[in-house]
């Protein structure tokens, strides 16, 4: 199974609300990521997770705050959003947490809109 | 990590080769070359990885020169369904983690 999940497809919220965001993959990768990716520009990187551990944080507003509960799972809490941070989100794994050229896989993303 | 630059868009016609070629001037010894494809309002796939001469595999292959300045991503006869963003990136493989900085990519429009 190469397979990244993320739940919802789809998500509309107002700047008032809290939502999560939700990443599974059952590949026994170590290494867990998110990424923003605005219309037609390239994914950003926002933060990386390396055995349940946050290793990298790309200066991600506080309104963002990522947690990982287990190696397989990841989760990207949202509060207080602003309209510009409508975009796709995406995560993404890898089998490693250390020096490696393994390859990233990516979840389908979530279409998240700010009102 | 090293920048790359890529072509903005190419245009191609089903059944032919496409060669894309990304420059990364000031790669260093320990970068690593790989090249993803997205499709609208999907995450990025992995195609290919190569650190020097050629590689290939079942979907494409990676041209890297002697400099490793710039490498060629080929893919073979390709069809409607190649239509993608296709992006390059420069990676240190000795980095703690796999820390992807996307390029601006190549739209690739394949016509019938």
């Known amino acids: 199974d190469t397979e990244v999940t993320q739940t919802p497809k789809h998500l509309v919220m107002g700047m008032t609300n809290k939502k999560s965001l939700k990443c599974e993959q059952h590949?026994?990768?170590?290494?867990m990521y998110w990424y923003k990716q605005k219309a037609k520009k390239p994914p950003e990187l926002m933060f990386v997770?390396?055995?349940?551990?946050?290793?990298i944080n790309e200066s991600v507003p506080s309104r963002f705050s990522p947690e990982c509960p287990n190696s397989s799972l990841l989760n990207l809490h949202l509060h207080a959003l602003q309209p510009e941070d409508s975009a796709l989100y995406l995560c993404a794994s890898s089998q490693s947490g250390g020096p490696s050229t393994d390859t990233q896989y990516f979840g389908p993303g979530t279409r998240l809109t700010v009102l | 990590l090293a920048k790359t630059t890529q072509p903005i868009s190419m245009d191609s016609y089903e059944g032919q080769e496409v060669n894309i070629t990304c420059s990364h001037n000031n790669i260093a010894t320990n970068d690593y070359i790989t090249w993803y494809q997205q499709f609208p309002s999907q995450g990025p796939r992995f195609i290919i990885q190569g650190y020097k001469t050629k590689v290939t595999n079942e979907v494409a292959s990676l041209f890297i020169p002697a400099d490793r300045k710039s490498s060629t991503l080929s893919l073979p006869r390709v069809s409607l369904s190649d239509t993608a963003v296709y992006y390059c990136l420069v990676g240190d493989r000795n980095t703690g983690f796999q820390k992807l900085v996307f390029g601006t990519g190549t739209r690739l429009l394949v016509s019938p």
């Open positions: 997770y390396s055995y349940e551990k946050l290793s």
């Open positions: 590949m026994g990768h170590r290494a």
